[in-house]
């Protein structure tokens, strides 16, 4: 039997898991076999992109798991080269085309670029995708308050969620505050802390055994009782299992603070200066 997994309630009225699968760096192949297996034990959000090259390996998992289409949220994102109105429409049926999907649930803008300029004009046509019904959810990626805070002037619309590196070492404290007071849930890639050695800190490995679960399921519940949405990657079965079962057991707040008593830095890009193609 699956794990049945909470949800929240993103801001067009649409609902999200509280956990989902990201895919990024998996190959088309390994995509395939990681999306169908992590979609028949309980996954219900699958994480992809075009930058990822992996589009047709997720589109074939989510067909391949035997999983009704309207129980999946399958993201996928908008990449820096396709950047301006017309560009994201020819873009998002480039990515609707690989995917093998009537509709996307999700679509983000992958990085604000702002050097280029042109988030605001994908942005108004990812509002038409929506209006047109291709696409069910709007949102963003990597963006800062102040470029959110351009989109809602701008266009009246907010994205339904921020995907940001979040993770114990780079809470982003501030920039979730903004989200909840915008009414935006906050996703998190890279929630375990690529290339660090995060799970192997001792006072992570205590609360793990205090709670008899792994070190990596105690730093995805810190994620989602602070209320952010992580989407760890994984392509084995068992680590599969491990990140979505992190329902059963809850941190008090001392060991909230321990997770996250450690030195904070971005270990990604600044969406203030990062360029993504």
């Known amino acids: 039997m699956g794990i049945t997994v909470p949800e929240y309630e993103l801001g067009d009225g649409t609902f999200a898991p509280a956990v ?20 028949r034990i309980g996954y219900r959000l699958i ?12 589109g074939h998992g989510v067909a391949d798991s035997g999983v009704p289409r309207s129980e999946i949220v399958v993201t996928t994102k908008l990449p820096g080269r396709h950047h301006g109105y017309e560009e994201t429409l020819a873009s998002f049926e480039e990515s609707r085309t690989r995917l093998g999907l009537e509709q996307v649930d999700l679509y983000l803008i992958h ?3 702002p050097r280029v ?20 959810s709007i949102g963003v990626s ?16 907010l994205p339904v969620v921020n995907q940001i590196e979040l993770h114990p070492a ?7 505050t903004f989200h909840a007071d915008k009414g935006i849930v906050t996703e998190s890639w890279s929630p375990l802390g690529r290339r660090s050695p995060l799970l192997d800190d001792p006072a992570i490995g205590g609360i793990a055994r205090a709670h008899g679960v792994t070190p990596g399921q105690v730093v995805l519940r810190w994620h989602t009782q602070l209320g952010a949405l992580p989407i760890p990657k994984s392509a084995d079965p068992k680590r599969q299992q491990e990140n979505l079962d992190v329902f059963g057991f809850e941190l ?4 909230l603070a321990a997770v996250a008593d450690r030195p904070h830095r971005r270990q990604g890009g600044d969406p203030e200066t990062h360029e993504e193609f």
């Open 20 to 39: 989902g699968l990201g895919t990024y760096p998996l190959d088309d192949d390994e995509a395939r076999d990681a999306v169908a297996h992590a979609l």
């Open 47 to 58: 994480d992809t992109a075009t930058n990822y090259r992996n589009e047709t390996g997720t």
């Open 111 to 113: 990085w604000p670029l």
């Open 117 to 136: 300029d042109r988030y605001v004009d994908s942005w108004k046509a990812m509002i038409e995708l929506r209006e047109r019904g291709l696409v069910r």
């Open 142 to 157: 990597n963006f800062t308050a102040e470029h959110i805070g351009r989109l809602e002037r701008e266009t009246g619309v």
């Open 170 to 176: 780079f809470p982003q404290d501030e920039l979730r």
């Open 252 to 255: 008090d707040e001392n060991e």
